[in-house]
Nanobody, 125 residues
């Protein structure tokens, strides 16, 4: 059974930074991509970034490009999302998820099979 657990969310001032972690367990070789998504109140879940497990290829949504960095530590089965220069509009619950395929484009929720429980990120002064 694949399990994903996010951590690292919290309250930060505009311009600040947070690093989210996604710890994975129970993985098989069938899952090759991890994506980060976020969902703000009253809005649809949107893809933020994704990474291919094998070679570290990455993709970022335009709204976070240049501010967020996704990375992986395969030895720890953990994927990170470093978020810098945070803005109030980044406020959302952030989820990580696992997919069988790396699309090389903005991650879409229906492409991902397993999800974590989410971690709240609030950017406010």
């Amino acid at each position: 059974q694949v399990q994903l657990v996010e951590s690292g969310g919290g309250l930060v001032q505009p311009g600040g930074s947070l690093r989210l972690s996604c710890a994975a367990s129970g993985f098989t070789s069938d899952y090759h991509a991890i994506g980060w998504f976020r969902q703000a109140p009253g809005k649809e879940r949107e893809g933020v970034s994704c990474i291919r497990s094998s070679d570290g290829s990455t993709y970022y949504a335009e709204s976070v490009k240049g501010r967020f960095t996704i990375s992986r530590d395969n030895a720890k089965n953990t994927v990170y999302l470093q978020m810098n220069s945070l803005k109030p509009e980044d406020t959302a619950v952030y989820f990580c998820a696992a997919a069988a395929y790396y699309s090389g484009s903005v991650p879409a929720p229906d492409e991902y099979d397993f999800w974590g429980q989410g971690t709240q990120v609030t950017v406010s002064s």
